[in-house]
């Protein structure tokens, strides 16, 4: 099993609607989740980042995380053709330890 | 937020010959700093652990003599990819963490072996 697990899709949403991004994660002591995002040809650019449960929204922009359950997810309200991008998952054991992505989703939103 | 330059933003090199690829920490110190390997449409792939001071901590399957990494300053690792052949051109990003924060990423280089 993968230590952080995305579906790589692609999902594909129409133009105004939410597209929401999934990921599960297998060590239980994980306390830092990050999602990046990731256009084609380009390095991965932060978009959120949650440290405990519950949401935290940023603009059109949504993160939940649930450690119990163990997943972490990203809602992105009235989804726009700009945020067709690659998205990654990363989790964070502790301080200072590298970053454990997932795979990424590929999410294309559609005019 | 914290900003990692690196440099240069594509390479196209002749097999056989070395590149060395820099990732600076503009505005904060990083001991830490990480290499990664993106082939199309693939995800990110970890290949080594650069510590400043100290030897680079390599994941499974890299060659430490072919990919080269020194970290001799808080603000400077460099990649070097030796005698590099066509199966080498990728995409590789370097990253660094502030402590208790999340990673930022230099912008990428895009390797060509011709």
């Known amino acids: 099993q993968k230590e952080v697990e995305q579906n790589s899709g692609p999902l594909s949403v129409p133009e105004g609607a939410i597209a929401s991004l999934n990921c599960t994660y297998s060590d239980r002591v994980s306390q830092s989740f990050f999602w990046y995002r990731q256009y084609s040809g380009k390095s991965p650019e932060l978009i959120m980042s949650?440290?405990?449960?519950g949401d935290k929204e940023d603009g059109r922009f949504t993160a939940q995380l649930n450690k119990a359950s163990q997943y972490v997810s990203l809602l992105i309200r009235d989804s726009q053709p700009s945020d067709s991008a690659t998205y990654l998952c990363a989790v964070k054991v502790n301080a200072g330890n590298m970053l454990t992505f997932g795979g990424g989703t590929r999410l294309m939103v559609k005019p | 937020g914290a900003v990692v330059s690196q440099h240069p933003s594509w390479v196209i090199c002749k097999s056989g010959t070395s590149v060395k690829i820099e990732c600076r920490s503009l505005?904060?110190?990083?001991?830490?700093m990480f290499w990664y390997r993106q082939f199309p449409k693939q995800s990110l792939m970890l290949m080594a652990t650069?510590?400043?001071?100290?030897?680079?901590?390599?994941e499974q399957g890299v060659e430490k003599d072919k990919f080269l990494i020194n970290h001799a300053s808080l603000t400077l690792s460099t990649l070097t990819v030796t005698s590099a052949h066509p199966e080498d051109s990728s995409f590789y990003i370097c990253?660094?963490?502030?402590?208790?924060?999340?990673?930022?990423f230099g912008q990428g280089t895009r390797l060509t072996v011709v």
């Open positions: 949650i440290y405990s449960n």
């Open positions: 650069s510590n400043e001071g100290s030897k680079a901590t390599y």
């Open positions: 990253s660094a963490n502030v402590p208790n924060t999340e990673a930022f």
């Open positions: 505005d904060f110190q990083a001991t830490t």
